[in-house]
Nanobody, 123 residues
Framework: QVQLVESGGGLVQAGGSLRLSCAAS????????MGWYRQAPGKPRELVAT???????NYAAPVSGRFTISRDNAKNTAYLQMNSLKPEDTAVYYC?????????????????WGQGTQVTVSS
């Protein structure tokens, strides 16, 4: 029942900006922890940033100071504002979230992954 829908990826020039969105959709959903991960060609998936429902954030060193994660609890949506993009940021970006839902009886939170959105930064 819970679906993570990502948007905002694309092709940009180095130094440019992109804003990614991730919405946890469903008839009755409450997202708790949310985050962004990325996977570059030939490399394993890595953490980009996380945010708790209360707004506490955590960033991976390579993006600290350039990326900002935020959320709108009413919309069960997380955002990733990416500024000063570098070619090294090129990757498929995946949204991840823990969420309660009416479909699962509000029993325990489940973990979900989005389909991913491509971000390509040209030099």
């Amino acid at each position: 029942q819970v679906q993570l829908v990502e948007s905002g990826g694309g092709l940009v020039q180095a130094g440019g900006s992109l804003r990614l969105s991730c919405a946890a959709s469903g008839s009755a959903v409450v997202a708790t922890d949310m985050g962004w991960y990325r996977q570059a060609p030939g490399k394993p998936r890595e953490l980009v940033a996380t945010i708790t429902r209360g707004g506490s954030t955590n960033y991976a060193a390579p993006v600290s100071g350039r990326f900002t994660i935020s959320r709108d609890n009413a919309k069960n949506t997380a955002y990733l504002q990416m500024n000063s993009l570098k070619p090294e940021d090129t990757a498929v970006y995946y949204c991840n979230a823990d969420a309660f839902s009416r479909a699962t009886g509000w029993s325990i939170p489940r973990n979900y992954w989005g389909q991913g959105t491509q971000v390509t930064v040209s030099s």
